[in-house]
T-cell receptor, first 111, second 114 residues
Framework: QKEVEQDPGPLSVPEGAIVSLNCTYS??????FMWYRQYSRKGPELLMY????GNKEDGRFTAQVDKSSKYISLFIRDSQPSDSATYLC???????????FGKGTKLSVIP | SAVISQKPSRDICQRGTSLTIQCQVD?????MFWYRQQPGQSLTLIAT?????????ESGFVIDKFPISRPNLTFSTLTVSNMSPEDSSIYLC???????????FGPGTRLTVL
């Protein structure tokens, strides 16, 4: 079992839809959870990070962590064509800089 | 955040040759990292570039294959040595101001080995 599992998609939604992106993980030592957005032929861009369980909201983006289920989610409200990108989840333990990434989910938002 | 540049942005190389990739940051950073992103695979950490000392390599990566330099707090290089087609990948540097938790990535170097 890989440490981090992420459905690669592709995921295609109409503009204005609510998008749900998810990752599961197996290492209970993970405490920090990040979401990166990567446009084609660009480097990953940090969107949000959360610590332990709970929700964090930033504009149209909401990150959720459920440590009991080892499951994290990123919700995008009112999705826009500019949200079309690959979304990578990443996580690490306390005091560590070694990020473990999912493979990424490719999202297309159709106008 | 930081403005991070990488050179070259892409290259096509012959088997058996070496390529050095540069990473330049517009401000001093605590930590610099090198990653590999192969098609269909997770972003994988190669090594942490330590200023003034030898890099710290992750399991599966060795200094002879991926020598790294970091002469100061804003610059690092990664060399991919004795290349084979399996080294075809995107190589990315990342930086952190906060001990590695928030990492900011460069645009990447797309390498094709024939």
């Amino acid at each position: 079992q890989k440490e981090v599992e992420q459905d690669p998609g592709p995921l295609s939604v109409p503009e204005g839809a609510i998008v749900s992106l998810n990752c599961t993980y197996s290492n209970s030592a993970f405490q920090y959870f990040m979401w990166y957005r990567q446009y084609s032929r660009k480097g990953p861009e940090l969107l949000m990070y959360t610590y332990s369980s709970g929700n964090k909201e930033d504009g149209r983006f909401t990150a959720q962590v459920d440590k009991s289920s080892k499951y994290i989610s990123l919700f995008i409200r009112d999705s826009q064509p500019s949200d079309s990108a690959t979304y990578l989840c990443a996580m690490t333990g306390a005091g560590s800089y070694q990020l473990t990434f999912g493979k990424g989910t490719k999202l297309s938002v159709i106008p | 955040s930081a403005v991070i540049s990488q050179k070259p942005s892409r290259d096509i190389c012959q088997r058996g040759t070496s390529l050095t990739i540069q990473c330049q940051v517009d401000s001093q950073v605590t930590m610099m990292f090198w990653y590999r992103q192969q098609p269909g695979q997770s972003l994988t950490l190669i090594a942490t570039a330590n200023q003034g000392s030898e890099a710290t390599y992750e399991s599966g990566f060795v200094i002879d294959k991926f020598p790294i330099s970091r002469p100061n707090l804003t610059f690092s290089t990664l060399t991919v040595s004795n290349m084979s087609p399996e080294d075809s990948s995107i190589y990315l540097c990342s930086v952190s101001f906060s001990g590695g938790l928030e990492q900011f990535f460069g645009p990447g170097t797309r390498l094709t080995v024939l």
